[in-house]
């Protein structure tokens, strides 16, 4: 791995190349592995090693970019004047800030530990056992299983010309499983910085059972249920809307907040923060210019309160129309590496759950359900509206029918097209949070969720 | 060093431990991106990046390790760690992998390119996309405008166990802008030549003078703005035409997606999904109607789309596949380790990877629909429709994992009434199922409208790979389609 060193004796490297007012480096990248399997069997089984060198210069108010992978003297004065020269032929742009000094990032500050020997230590002997024992639970069950075992050791690095040095290491292991049968299928999926954290010989014997009860599916006809969306499905839906949570979104008029920062736009029970450092987050506490990553409220008993500001949309916004519709306005360490187009978002997603004495398990919401469904996945999520925030997606790999408070078998896959602003006025009961992983957003750490009046327009053929 | 001598060294590693083939990709990579937003540059950027990516079969299971660094110590760590990982595979299988024989190949290829754009201005090119900007913010009611250029240099050395060597080089460019509206409650949206960062082709600097960028953005952004007056489009079953960008992503993800081999067989059963197109159904499955003609086709007659190449990633020459042919289903985009599974004696040549560390898997081609024989213009299209919507740009784009039940919205429609185009309607949608929609395709116009459009981010496999595909469409007519239920209150 990357070391601490071995970044600042780089970035000593790219300064001897650098005439610029300011350089800056960020360095990514580590090594990953990922183990594929289908048919019971292994079809897959890839390992790379690469890193990322990219130099961002200032140079008389203009800014560029290069990146390279190589860190040999030649490849790094390369890269340099590549930026240098990229930034040379644009006019100045009188909003761009200087670097983030090095108080942006006080490395006393809190640092999350997310690099774990027991998942950098797994190789492709220890991920081949993993899934032998899936393909297991599949002949078992008379199933045929197909996913992924995957880990991976990675370093963020920002230094800059200002003496900031912002570094994170962590590691990841992440295990998804599909079992099918002859008419359904049932799918689970876990990640952690910590491959204690998830056992994959029970998530494929969650999917295996999902499977199994979903076989035969009926048809049900489209329209408005009562649905019960675990927590995968809800992360994937609800990413969606957070690409608009940053002010640079608002400055843009393409957010869906625009207009609405400070109003009631859910429900009282939806709150929903930003926060790096919860214990069941992962990534790095510093953002694309290495500056620390606050703790952010977002919404708060359904108001909106707070968005996610770079350094340079702070500034921007406070001198825009906007600045005294928007709450407080700070730069809150969201930023992407500049230069970029979309500002900032809110990547570290912590949805509370309901009030203590509301909370109930996925169970206890199906026993209190009458005439509902219980989705496991959702799949292609698309924007249809970007100002209702309407989308559309298919449920997909374990969808239930519920009556009289129980499973009553599965059924065949709907279309849905769903406000999410409607959604979220719309939440009867939530879990507990936990860390959830998707196919179609980020992770997040966010309960299971019984909605009234979700809208299915459509039924498919399985 | 020479490639050469870096691929022996991997090769010479695999050989002495005895595999069944190996092969190394060695990728050199560069792309310029360049855009800008509002009347500012919104990005400046340069990347590059080279590596090898080493793949052997061994034990009849497949492993594959990529490494930035081409020093021998670390390409011969590499092979062997491929190694060890194809073995470690080898314990769990179902049965050994059965590659498709072919021959070897030495040759050198690069794609036609006029001008390479590297060489042209990045001032010049700013200047171009702000000039762009100022036309499309000069319309009153614009709020936000985008415009984009991009440039990708992809060469990549390939030698095989079997003895090919073949190096080929890729240029791609990618131009586009689009216009914002906001107001009250709602976003409108128009893009020029095609949402999602425009037209792509493989091709030189020549494409952006083609595209008539700045001639267009008037038009797009008084559009953009017309739309909050819009109508919304009516929900219903209504004769539908599609126009060619539309067609081209119809054809993506129904066509193109379900008739991916590996994807059929189950390998993609977590993430991509599976597909309707079971492998009893080639030669039996009536796909679409009569006039529906579809082929894979990467070679470079067919044209500078993002599927053309001369070998694909596993050293097989492009070829051109009928996929679907006057509506019956005729072939699948297959690979060296899948065609015996339709009785195929060869690989159909589709397997292409994401870079140097990525292993290579089945990917889209340019799959086209072939135009109509007949002189058909969009004009007279129209003219011989009495009642229906003509359906412009993508907005949204969705469909289940089997690839039966779609849903794709427009940026704008338009009603047609007694033959011509009428008032224009905000936020049309239609849905469908994919066998049904096809065979419901009554008319398509001729090849002066046919255009072969880029898809520069079709997402597969995992770790998730992005490829640039082709599709070859004209604007066709499709009777009877539902229409509007994205807006079916939710």
């Known amino acids: ?462 | 060093m020479s490639m050469k001598q870096i691929a022996g060294w991997a090769l010479d590693v695999c050989h002495a431990q005895g595999v069944q083939y190996a092969e190394i990709r060695i990728v050199d990579d560069r792309q310029r991106a360049l855009s800008t937003k509002n009347g500012k540059v919104g990005y400046v950027s340069d990347s590059e990046s080279l590596g090898a990516g080493i793949r052997v079969l061994a034990n009849g299971a497949w492993g594959f390790a990529a490494t930035e660094d081409l020093t021998r110590e670390s390409i011969e760590i590499t092979a062997g760690r491929a190694l060890e990982i194809a073995r470690s595979s080898a314990r769990v299988k179902q049965e050994d992998v059965r590659l498709a024989p072919e021959k070897a190949y030495v040759d050198d290829w690069a794609s036609p390119c006029r001008i390479d754009p590297f060489t042209t201005s990045v001032e010049q090119n700013i200047d171009l996309l702000l000039k762009i900007d100022a036309e499309l913010r000069a319309v009153a009611g614009i709020t936000l405008a985008e415009a984009n250029l991009n440039f990708r240099r992809y060469e990549q050395w390939f030698y095989n166990s079997d003895g090919s060597d073949i190096h080929q080089v890729k240029t791609t460019v990618g131009a586009g802008y689009a216009a914002y509206a906001f107001s009250g409650n709602e976003i409108m949206k128009r893009s020029y030549p095609n949402s999602f960062g425009g037209q792509w082709q493989d091709k030189g600097y020549e494409l952006v003078g083609e595209l008539k960028l700045l001639e267009n953005a008037r038009r797009i952004a008084e559009e953009a703005v017309a739309l909050h007056k819009a109508d919304q489009c009516p929900q219903g079953n209504y004769d539908i035409i599609l126009d060619s960008s539309q067609l081209g992503l119809q054809i993506h993800e129904s066509i193109g997606h379900p008739i991916e081999l590996d994807r059929v067989l189950g390998m993609e059963a977590n993430f991509a999904g599976m597909s309707f197109l079971t492998t009893e159904k080639l030669r039996k499955l009536k796909y679409g109607s009569d006039i529906v003609n579809v082929v894979a086709d990467a070679t470079e007659a067919h044209g500078p789309g993002l599927g053309t190449f001369k070998y694909d990633d596993e050293g097989v020459p492009a070829q051109c596949t009928p996929v679907i042919t006057n509506g019956l289903f005729t072939g699948y985009l297959t690979s060296r380790d899948t065609a015996h599974t339709i009785g195929a004696e060869r690989s159909g040549g589709t397997m292409r990877a994401d870079g140097w560390n990525r292993v290579p898997m089945i990917r889209m081609t340019n799959i086209s629909i072939l135009p109509g024989t007949t002189p058909l213009t969009l004009d007279q299209l129209i003219a011989s429709t009495d009642h229906g919507i003509f359906f412009q740009t993508n907005r949204s784009w969705s469909i289940d994992d089997k690839r039966y039940n779609f849903q794709f919205g427009t940026e704008i429609g338009w009603e047609i009434k007694g033959g011509k185009l009428g008032r224009m309607l905000k936020n049309p949608s239609y849905s469908g199922i994919t066998t049904e929609f096809w065979n419901s395709m009554d008319a398509i116009c001729s090849r002066d409208q046919w255009t072969l459009w880029g898809t520069p981010n079709c997402g597969k496999g995992q770790p998730q790979q992005v490829m640039g595909t082709g599709h070859g469409a004209a604007p066709a007519r499709f009777r009877g389609i539902k229409v509007g239920s994205a807006y079916k209150a939710g």
């Open chain 1, 1 to 462: 791995m990357l070391t601490k060193d071995k970044a600042q004796e780089t970035f000593a490297r790219v300064l001897k190349h650098s005439h610029a007012d300011e350089t800056e480096l960020l360095i990514g990248g580590g090594q990953s592995a990922l183990t594929r399997f289908a048919n019971n069997g292994i079809t897959q089984n890839v390992s790379e090693k690469n890193y990322s060198l990219s130099v961002r210069v200032n140079l008389d108010g203009r800014t560029a970019r290069a990146t390279t992978n190589k860190f040999d003297e030649e490849s790094i004065r390369r890269v340099v004047e590549a930026a240098t020269n990229l930034a040379k032929v644009q006019a100045a742009d009188p909003d761009l800030l200087p670097m983030a000094d090095a108080a942006a990032f006080d490395p006393a500050g809190p640092a999350p530990a997310r690099n774990y020997f027991e998942t950098s230590s797994i190789g492709p002997q220890e991920r081949a056992t993993a899934v032998e024992k899936i393909v297991q639970v599949a002949q078992k069950r008379k199933l045929t299983t197909a996913g992924i075992y995957a880990t991976s050791e990675s370093v963020d690095a920002i230094l800059n010309s200002r003496g900031l040095v912002s570094y994170h290491t962590q590691t990841s292991a992440e295990c998804s499983i599909t079992m099918l049968a002859p008419d359904s299928s049932g799918w689970q999926k876990s990640n952690s910085p910590d491959a204690r954290n998830f056992d994959p010989v029970e998530l494929a014997e969650v999917a295996a059972e999902k499977a199994k009860e979903s076989a035969g599916p009926k048809e049900l006809p489209p329209g408005k249920y009562t649905v019960i969306l675990e927590p995968a499905a809800v992360l994937d839906l609800l990413g969606f809307m957070f690409w608009d949570w940053g002010g640079q979104a608002i400055l843009d008029e393409r957010s869906f907040l625009n207009n609405r920062v400070g109003t009631k736009l859910f429900g009282e029970n939806i709150s929903i923060s930003d926060d790096v450092y919860h214990p069941l987050q992962s990534g790095a506490p510093f953002d694309g210019e290495g500056v620390r990553k606050q703790q952010v409220k977002l919404v708060e008993n359904g108001v909106v309160t707070s968005l996610v500001y770079a350094r340079g949309t702070a500034e921007k916004v406070r001198k825009s129309e906007f600045a005294n519709k928007l709450g407080p306005v700070r730069p809150t360490g969201h930023g992407f590496p500049i230069p970029n187009e979309v500002g900032e978002a809110p990547m570290n997603i912590v949805i509370s759950g309901g009030a203590d004495d509301k909370k109930r398990t996925i169970d206890e919401m199906v026993k209190g359900t009458e005439d509902g469904i219980l989705v496991t996945r959702l799949w292609y999520i698309r924007e249809v509206d970007p100002y209702e925030k309407i989308l559309t997606g298919m449920t997909r790999d374990g969808t239930f029918q519920i009556k009289g408070g129980q499973i009553f078998g599965g059924i065949r896959n709907f279309r849905f097209n769903q406000s999410l602003v409607t959604f979220l006025n719309n939440v009867l009961e939530m879990s507990e949070p936990v860390r959830a992983s998707g196919e179609e957003s980020f992770d997040m750490v966010v309960p299971a969720m019984k909605i009234r009046d979700f809208n299915f327009t459509e039924v498919t053929k399985f």
